[in-house]
């Protein structure tokens, strides 16, 4: 049982550039979600899924697209890297047995 | 919209004592649920305690309590017998109905003086 699992762990991107950050989960999980971490900021949401077929906009989607096609899979694109996108991007997933979110650990992406 | 408030940016706190972080927050619901999350260095987020709206009794998880004023909008996080590996970032955290959308404070940097 390997949790939620994000990769890659760190990325350096030129503006304009596209990427995808993966994120996988084994639990079973309805929900999923990206967050994205910035310093002093904590975390804000950017799109999440209450199931396969179905997602939603976050706090701060701008710049970024979600698909959920499997339950295990929910991955963020990044259209046109920006400057402005450089954070700390989390995956979680969770269930409404529990009402907690499960992490990843986290990619680091810089955009120059 | 919800909002969540750490009035503290950072706090210390000698080894085996204990310290209080705050946390408030806004919500025009009855039913959600709170959580406190520790960020270590390694940046791993770690869930530390869950609150469930619903219930009057503060949660406890070992050395880490809540107290929780529903009025008041208040969540604060009692840490007793502080440990070194303690010394961490702990966010308050608030969710409305189920678990695909959380809304964080901005973090408070805790320090364990030896």
């Known amino acids: 049982n390997a949790g939620v699992t994000q990769t890659p762990k760190f990325q350096v991107l030129k503006t304009g550039q596209s990427m995808t950050l993966q994120c996988a989960q084994d639990?079973?999980?309805?929900?999923m979600s990206w967050y994205r971490q910035d310093p002093g900021m904590g975390l804000r949401l950017i799109h999440y899924?209450?199931?396969?077929?179905?997602?939603d906009q976050g706090e701060v989607p701008n710049g970024y697209n979600v698909s959920r096609s499997t339950t295990e899979d929910f991955p963020l694109r990044l259209l046109s890297a920006a400057p402005s996108q450089t954070s700390v991007y989390f995956c979680?997933?969770?269930?409404?047995?529990?009402?907690?979110?499960?992490f990843g650990p986290g990619t680091r992406l810089t955009v120059t | 919209a919800q909002t969540v408030t750490q009035s503290q940016p950072e706090m210390s706190v000698q080894e085996a004592e204990t310290v209080t972080l705050s946390c408030t927050y806004d919500?025009?619901?009855?039913?959600?649920?709170l959580f406190w999350y520790k960020q270590p260095p390694s940046r791993q987020m770690i869930l530390v305690i869950r609150?469930?709206?619903?219930?009057?009794q503060n949660a406890t998880e070992n050395r880490f309590s809540v107290n929780f004023q529903k009025a008041a909008k208040s969540f604060s996080l009692k840490i007793s017998d502080s440990q070194l590996g303690d010394a961490a970032m702990y966010f308050c955290?608030?969710?409305?109905?189920?678990?695909?959308?959380?809304?964080f404070g901005k973090g408070t940097k805790l320090t364990v003086n030896p």
């Open positions: 899924s209450v199931g396969a077929g179905i997602t």
């Open positions: 639990m079973n999980h309805e929900y």
């Open positions: 955290a608030h969710s409305q109905g189920g678990s695909e959308k959380l809304v």
């Open positions: 919500t025009s619901e009855s039913d959600y649920y």
């Open positions: 609150q469930e709206a619903y219930k009057q």
């Open positions: 979680a997933s969770g269930t409404d047995l529990s009402y907690e979110q499960y």
